[in-house]
């Protein structure tokens, strides 16, 4: 397995192509192995190039309320009485550090994207 670092946007370029390519491998295959460490150069490539930043905690929250069709009722349980978790949609209450602790055990929501305020 001839496989190099991606050190210029040339060489990501090429590997995004290559992985295009190997898209359709199988797990457990030479190509399969190849298409598993070409996308883990490239994860690190755009770690490093291209660093997203958390997303706002209340957003985080809505789009995953949205995903899993749920609604402020369903928040009770992890933020609060309704007013509370109304209050916290819209901005009024910042999340408290308990409120994070279950939001992420209970949805699943990166911590760290809850404590980007």
């Given at each position: ?116 305020a």
């Amino acid at each position: 397995m001839d496989i190099k670092p991606i050190r210029t946007e040339q060489d990501y370029m090429e590997t995004l192509e290559e992985i295009n390519g190997l898209m359709t491998a199988e797990y457990g295959t030479p190509e399969g192995d190849r298409l598993d460490v070409l996308t883990t150069l490239v994860e690190a490539w755009e770690r490093d190039h291209y660093p997203m930043e958390a997303p706002d905690p209340i957003d985080a929250i809505k789009f995953v309320m949205e995903q899993r069709g749920l609604d402020a009722k369903d928040l009770v349980p992890m933020i609060g009485r309704a007013n509370r978790v109304y209050e916290v949609l819209n901005r009024k209450r910042p999340l408290t550090l308990n409120m994070i602790r279950r939001l992420h055990k209970d949805l699943g929501i990166p911590a760290e994207s809850l404590l980007a305020a």
